[in-house]
Nanobody
Framework: QEQLVESGGGIVQPGESLTLSCEGSGFMFSWTALNWYRQAPGKGRTFVASIDRDGGSTSYVDVVKGRFTVSRDNAKNMLYLQMNNLKPEDTAVYYC????????WGQGTQVTVSS
């Protein structure tokens, strides 16, 4: 069964850090470019970051550049999102996704940034 499973969400204060993880299974993980998306309360799902198959190329939405880092460990079938200096506006459900073949979305993990 092809799937992506996120973990690592939680409640943090502004300025703190959090690392999200996403484990892939049932498909050729190392052949697949991967993405992080998020959905804030009452809003649509938006792009956060992407990483190519071998981790050599990454891309970020402007509002997280310099604060978030996407990485992957293909030996462990793991995708990560290191989030530093979190802000209240980063509050959202975060999803990992493969938009190619296979097309997969995880179930999401909640990140809440609040004082």
């Amino acid at each position: 069964q092809e799937q992506l499973v996120e973990s690592g969400g939680g409640i943090v204060q502004p300025g703190e850090s959090l690392t999200l993880s996403c484990e892939g299974s049932g498909f050729m993980f190392s052949w697949t470019a991967l993405n992080w998306y998020r959905q804030a309360p009452g809003k649509g799902r938006t792009f956060v970051a992407s990483i190519d198959r071998d981790g050599g190329s990454t891309s970020y939405v402007d509002v997280v550049k310099g604060r978030f880092t996407v990485s992957r460990d293909n030996a462990k079938n793991m995708l990560y999102l290191q989030m530093n200096n979190l802000k209240p506006e980063d509050t959202a459900v975060y999803y990992c996704a493969s938009l190619g073949a296979p097309s997969l979305w995880g179930q999401g993990t909640q990140v809440t940034v609040s004082s």
